[in-house]
């Protein structure tokens, strides 16, 4: 093999350098730090560090019911919020690629919301929810609008999946509507000609030819339902009695109010292994899913 010349190496030094090294002190060090202080008991500001092995390891599987409760809550969160945000989008495009006249001011309306912060979001439905809901209540006196919807375990749950879909559901659906656009409109033809249905189009060509974008959609939706942080300490901060606390706000607790990085760090890494291995059986199935046009 043929020795690169110094000037090709300068040049992949100028151009990859500097994200490279980026990368490393942002992602990488933090990451590989984490994985220590996993180990430990260091509690975030002591400069002593002691290594337990894996005693964090064993509180958080054996005695931590809080994470226990936060890790159910996040899966049945993940769970409905994933469904309904990718069904309510792709609904969303089917209607918006079809010739409308407000067509495009569709698209901006409903993708707007996920332009908004999480937090900022959170406080604004926070306040629908507290003061919003329950005077349309007293004027119309519809049940739906007087439930105790952020003081009650159930309709707190609710709440939180209801403001991530609706902030959600537009960033997906123009993911949707792009692979929509670019399914090709001699097959649609010859289905429709040979006679089939329009549910047989849908499920049995549409759908079939977009799962690039369902594969993409759904990554998104778990890693981002699972992460899940600011909506819920904006809407909730995890009450009532932390029957709404997500594994995020549960670690975030952990490890900077409770002072215990040791093990806030280590229920991240468990986190981490939980969400790597959830999502690489989702892509492996809906990869293996896909065809070509």
Partial sequence: MKRRPLSAWLEQLVFIGPAFISFTLIVMIPFLLGMYYSFTDWNGVSGTVTFIGLGNFKQIL????????????????????????????????????????????????????????????????????????????????????NLPWLGDETTGFWGIVIVFVWQSAGYFMVIYIASLINVPKDVLEA???????????????????????????????????????DLNLSLTKGGPFKSTESLALNIYTEAFQNNRFGLGTAKALI???????????????????????
């Fill in 62 to 145: 054996f005695n931590d019911p809080d994470f226990m409760r936060s890790f159910w809550f996040t899966t049945r969160f993940s769970i409905a919020a994933v469904i309904l945000t990718n069904v309510l989008a792709f609904i969303l495009a089917l209607l918006l690629t079809r010739p409308l006249k407000l067509r495009n001011p569709l698209r901006t309306v409903f993708f707007l919301p996920n332009v908004i912060g999480g937090l900022l979001l959170g406080f604004i439905w926070q306040f629908i929810f507290v003061k919003g809901f329950p005077a349309i209540g007293q004027l119309t006196n519809i049940p739906f609008f």
């Fill in 191 to 229: 289905a429709q000609i040979d006679g089939a249905s329009p549910a047989q189009v849908l499920f049995r060509i549409i759908v079939p030819l977009i799962m690039p974008a369902v594969t993409v959609c759904l990554f998104l939706a778990i890693s981002n339902t699972f992460k899940m942080f």
């Fill in 271 to 293: 986190f981490f292994v939980v969400v790597a291995i959830i999502t690489t059986i989702q892509v492996r199935i809906t990869k293996s899913r896909e065809v070509e046009a």
